[in-house]
């Protein structure tokens, strides 16, 4: 028995291989069809050297032979690498590197930096453009699904986006990822899928299946698993290569869309925005899920009012820890709170020391998962040593995010400690007053960092995106906020910005906003 993702999305082709498995655009692909041409890659690869273990890059924006090539990859048991897409030839090099990549396939627009990159890269043997390359690499070769057996040991590795640092790659075995993010088991309840069949088994009694959106790139966890949870239970994937939102809601109306996943307000918001513009069919959605980002509590108010029938959820995870927690979003719920969610059954919060805390109203710790958790960060084993921690004999991750356990339940999610600010002798987590910033209806989106203070060590300060049209002043903005939290974690200073900064995936880019802060100093703003 392996449960791996070629072997589960294989056992849905063979139970559904006329089901429509991925729509991109104006190309349609059954499960028969994505699992052939998937078989054709792997062909291709095999005879270029690449077998298992060796790693291939993607480096393409969401489409057909995104997908095509991580399945076909899993398939030789080798480690498919998602690239950033927004990377220039610096970056991409990095990648390459670090991730001792064997092959890429990358769309042809990234032709010259792919060119440049494998100038200095003797290891990166296989280099194939989507296109006319990689159409005649796929006639070449047999659609026959001849592959040997597969196991879930077989390694799975999802870089991160760099958010404290360089990207690392995080490695995880096959039946562990989909346990801890692909759908293997149920994060309230702790229940297992039972056996590889089940899946298809379900699929195979249901005469349709979920059609799921990622909205988000490969590149992110989220968007990978969104796609895989919906291909092994014989749904269909629909990926929208440009993210534009009436092109979405388009889409949505056209495929008859289930689920929309995006990353927080940065989606949700333009989204929101198109939708009330225009009219839109919405009525096969029942569900928008928001991955890696929260939704701010002033959108989920409107979301509730505007979509009354569509269940709203924030999920929170990371690629070192897979789910951690949920919140599901309601007309009664209270919107006002901070971000809260719900813990899965295996998350807990562990103190400084690595000891777990007990669940008491406002005892604060580092969120942790045990169970189903990564093998570590390819080659970092330092790195890995300050995430992992054996607490009564059990293994727990923990990459640094910290959280408030409170009196009904919940947990308030506080930020990430490396981003914290230290004013004065008092910790302020960002995502806290970030969220009290984003509350404010005139507020788009803001990302709250530490900058030099002579009296204090820091202060906090803020990069805020108005919405278009806003007219808000500071000393209303200050105000509001000083409401949500107490004033010592209010901005002393502003930076009003067309676009707030952040990463492809939707996360905050703090080290990009310090950046703009040391650079545009004279251009904070002091509210009144």
Same mark, same amino acid.
Not at 359 to 365: I, K, M
Not at 457 to 485: F, Y
Not at 494 to 503: A, E, F, G
């Given at each position: 028995?392996?449960?791996?993702?070629?072997?589960?999305?294989?056992?849905?082709?063979?139970?559904?291989?006329?089901?429509?498995?991925?729509?991109?655009? *104006?190309?349609?692909?059954?499960?028969?069809? /994505?699992?052939?041409?998937?078989?054709?890659?792997?062909?291709?690869?095999?005879?270029?050297?690449?077998?298992?273990?060796?790693?291939?890059?993607?480096?393409?924006?969401? +489409?057909?032979?995104?997908?095509?090539?991580?399945?076909?990859?899993?398939?030789?048991?080798?480690?498919?690498?998602?690239?950033?897409?927004?990377?220039?030839?610096?970056?991409?090099?990095? $990648?390459?590197?670090?991730?001792?990549?064997?092959?890429?396939?990358?769309?042809?627009?990234?032709?010259?930096?792919?060119?440049?990159?494998?100038?200095?890269? &003797?290891? /990166? !043997?296989?280099?194939?453009?989507?296109?006319?390359?990689?159409?005649?690499?796929?006639?070449?070769?047999?659609?026959?699904?001849?592959?040997? #057996?597969?196991?879930?040991?077989?390694?799975?590795?999802?870089?991160?986006?760099?958010?404290?640092?360089?990207?690392? @790659?995080?490695?995880?075995?096959?039946?562990?990822?989909?346990?801890?993010?692909? @759908?293997?088991?149920?994060?309230?309840?702790?229940?297992?899928?039972?056996?590889?069949?089940?899946?298809?088994?379900?699929?195979?009694?249901?005469?349709?299946?979920?059609?799921?959106?990622?909205?988000? #790139?490969?590149?992110?966890?989220?968007?990978?698993?969104?796609?895989? $949870?919906?291909?092994?239970?014989?749904?269909?994937?629909?990926?929208?290569?440009?993210? %534009?939102?009436?092109?979405?809601?388009?889409?949505?109306?056209?495929?008859?869309?289930?689920?929309?996943?995006?990353?927080?307000?940065?989606?949700?918001?333009?989204?929101?925005?198109?939708?009330?513009? @225009?009219?839109?069919?919405?009525?096969?959605?029942?569900?928008?899920?928001?991955?890696?980002?929260?939704?701010?509590?002033?959108?989920?108010?409107?979301?509730?009012?505007? =979509? &009354?029938?569509? =269940?709203?959820?924030?999920?929170?995870?990371?690629?070192?820890?897979?789910?951690?927690?949920?919140?599901?979003? !309601?007309?009664?719920?209270?919107?006002?709170?901070?971000?809260?969610?719900?813990?899965?059954?295996?998350?807990?919060?562990?103190?400084?020391?690595?000891?777990?805390?007990?669940?008491?109203?406002?005892?604060?710790?580092?969120?942790?998962?045990?169970?189903?958790?990564?093998?570590?960060?390819?080659?970092?084993?330092?790195?890995?040593?300050?995430?992992?921690?054996?607490?009564?004999?059990?293994?727990?991750?923990?990459?640094?995010?910290?959280?408030?356990?409170?009196?009904? +339940?919940?947990?308030?999610?506080?930020?990430?400690?490396?981003?914290? $600010?230290?004013?004065?002798?008092?910790?302020? =987590?960002?995502?806290?007053?970030?969220?009290?910033?984003?509350?404010?209806?005139?507020?788009?989106?803001?990302?709250?960092?530490?900058?030099?203070?002579?009296?204090?060590?820091?202060?906090?300060?803020?990069?805020?995106?108005?919405?278009?049209?806003?007219? /808000? !002043?500071?000393?209303?903005?200050?105000?509001?906020?000083?409401?949500?939290?107490? @004033?010592?974690?209010?901005?002393?200073?502003?930076?009003?910005?067309?676009?707030?900064?952040?990463?492809?995936?939707?996360?905050?880019?703090?080290?990009?906003?310090?950046?703009?802060?040391?650079? *545009?100093?004279? %251009?904070?703003?002091?509210?009144?």
């Amino acid at each position: 028995m392996a449960f791996h993702v070629a072997d589960l999305f294989e056992h849905a082709a063979d139970t559904v291989p006329d089901r429509i498995a991925l729509i991109c655009e *104006h190309r349609t692909l059954t499960y028969r069809e /994505l699992d052939e041409r998937a078989n054709r890659l792997a062909h291709h690869l095999a005879a270029r050297g690449i077998g298992v273990g060796d790693h291939v890059g993607v480096y393409s924006r969401n +489409g057909v032979e995104a997908l095509e090539t991580m399945l076909a990859t899993y398939k030789l048991r080798a480690v498919s690498v998602c690239v950033n897409y927004r990377y220039v030839a610096d970056e991409v090099r990095y $990648i390459v590197e670090n991730a001792d990549l064997k092959a890429l396939v990358h769309e042809p627009e990234y032709a010259a930096v792919v060119a440049e990159v494998r100038a200095a890269a &003797p290891g /990166l !043997t296989e280099v194939l453009a989507i296109g006319a390359d990689y159409d005649a690499a796929l006639a070449a070769h047999s659609p026959a699904r001849d592959f040997g #057996p597969r196991s879930g040991d077989d390694l799975y590795i999802l870089y991160t986006g760099g958010t404290t640092g360089m990207p690392k @790659g995080v490695m995880w075995r096959h039946e562990d990822v989909w346990r801890a993010l692909g @759908g293997g088991i149920n994060h309230v309840t702790g229940e297992y899928v039972g056996d590889e069949w089940e899946l298809a088994r379900n699929a195979a009694a249901a005469p349709t299946g979920i059609v799921m959106a990622p909205l988000s #790139p490969l590149i992110h966890g989220a968007a990978q698993w969104a796609a895989f $949870i919906a291909l092994n239970s014989g749904g269909t994937v629909v990926f929208v290569p440009r993210f %534009d939102a009436d092109e979405v809601w388009r889409v949505v109306g056209r495929h008859r869309v289930n689920v929309l996943t995006v990353v927080g307000d940065a989606m949700a918001k333009p989204l929101l925005d198109a939708y009330l513009a @225009g009219r839109y069919d919405v009525s096969s959605l029942w569900a928008l899920s928001s991955h890696a980002a929260l939704f701010s509590h002033s959108l989920k108010q409107q979301y509730v009012e505007h =979509f &009354p029938g569509v =269940f709203l959820t924030d999920v929170i995870g990371s690629s070192e820890s897979g789910g951690t927690g949920l919140a599901v979003v !309601t007309k009664d719920s209270d919107h006002t709170q901070g971000p809260r969610v719900r813990f899965g059954a295996q998350t807990a919060l562990l103190d400084d020391d690595g000891n777990l805390v007990p669940p008491q109203p406002g005892a604060v710790g580092r969120m942790a998962r045990t169970g189903h958790v990564p093998l570590g960060y390819y080659k970092d084993p330092e790195k890995s040593k300050t995430i992992f921690f054996d607490v009564d004999g059990n293994r727990y991750v923990a990459p640094g995010d910290y959280a408030r356990y409170e009196a009904d +339940g919940t947990v308030t999610l506080l930020g990430r400690s490396s981003e914290s $600010i230290n004013t004065g002798g008092e910790k302020v =987590f960002p995502e806290e007053v970030e969220t009290a910033l984003k509350s404010h209806p005139e507020v788009f989106d803001a990302l709250v960092i530490g900058i030099p203070n002579e009296r204090f060590g820091q202060s906090v300060a803020a990069v805020v995106q108005p919405r278009p049209g806003a007219t /808000l !002043t500071l000393t209303e903005l200050d105000a509001h906020v000083r409401t949500k939290v107490a @004033g010592y974690k209010a901005p002393r200073g502003y930076w009003l910005v067309d676009t707030v900064m952040r990463q492809p995936s939707g996360k905050a880019n703090y080290p990009a906003a310090k950046r703009y802060a040391a650079e *545009h100093g004279a %251009d904070m703003r002091v509210p009144r």
